[in-house]
């Protein structure tokens, strides 16, 4: 079995190889008991945003870990994927800007992805 640090970043890595943009991860466990951590990427046009959250679903899937449940697939414009211990959050955009996730968790950890993301956009 996975670590939610495991899957979170397994599942960043999947968003890198289908090049995800302005990748982002937040751990949220002591702020929230929703997950985990919130794993926040934008894609470049809602057909990008489906691949995006194609890849990191049979990445997880093949890997053992379980999708829980998913919303905002059919409109492209945003795609939520809970596996439990990490929700995935993929978005045009506009519509990430919309939204701001890292402006409302801000008391959140950022965590680098240093490791794995070969382009070094996190900041």
Not at 102 to 117: C, G, M, Q
Request: hydrophobic share 40%; aromatic share 6%.
């Amino acid at each position: 079995m996975m670590t939610p640090n495991e899957v979170a970043m397994l599942a960043a890595q999947a968003l890198e190889e289908k090049k995800g943009l302005n990748i982002k991860l937040l751990k949220i466990a002591d702020v929230s008991n929703l997950a985990d951590y919130f794993l926040i990427c934008t894609g470049s046009s809602n057909t990008h945003c489906n691949t995006l959250s194609g890849e990191v679903e049979k990445r997880l899937e093949e890997a053992g870990e379980k999708l829980l449940h998913r919303e905002g697939h059919r409109g492209g414009t945003w795609v939520l994927l809970d596996f439990g211990c990490v929700v995935v959050h993929i978005f045009t955009d506009e519509t990430r800007k919309f939204y701001d996730l890292e402006r409302l968790w801000n008391d959140a950890e950022p965590v680098s992805l240093e490791s794995i993301l070969n382009k070094g956009e996190q900041a």
